[in-house]
């Protein structure tokens, strides 16, 4: 079985010409489906970061493969990553329909390490001597 990379989301019509010794040919047209829209939402605190897969599948079951920009990944639906260190990180996910077609959207995340410190007021004494 050959795997066909489309440019273009949604449905696609595909001719499938069989053709035998006697040179008679029998046309089909299957629909070949791939994901329509692939997308993700991404909300942080500091370093720690959940991932909200927002893709819409149409008729096939969908599998999933994200890239955190830092040599990890993981296949979870929606999955949460702790990064070691605040950067710009590129961040993929791929979709993978039940026939091998792909579909994959990346974005970049700037994450800044949260540094929250105590704030303590001291209310001034105003005193005469």
């Given at each position: 079985m050959s795997k066909v990379l489309y440019l273009s989301k949604g449905f696609?019509?595909?001719?499938?010409?069989?053709?035998?010794?006697?040179?008679?040919?029998?046309?089909?047209?299957p629909t070949d489906t791939i994901p329509a829209i692939i997308n993700f939402d991404a909300s942080s605190e500091g370093l720690s970061v959940s991932f909200a897969n927002k893709s819409k599948q149409q008729s096939s079951k969908l599998t999933y493969r994200w890239q955190f920009g830092d040599g990890a990944s993981s296949t979870l639906q929606n999955p949460s990553h702790i990064y070691?260190?605040?950067?710009?990180?590129?961040?993929?996910?791929?979709?993978?329909?039940?026939?091998?077609?792909?579909?994959v959207v990346s974005k970049s995340i700037t994450l800044i390490e949260s540094t929250l410190q105590e704030l303590v007021i001291v209310q001034g004494a105003h005193g005469t001597n």
């Open positions: 696609i019509n595909i001719a499938v010409i069989i053709c035998c010794v006697m040179n008679t040919g029998l046309a089909s047209s070691a260190v605040e950067g710009k990180y590129r961040v993929s996910l791929m979709a993978i329909d039940e026939q091998g077609n792909t579909e």
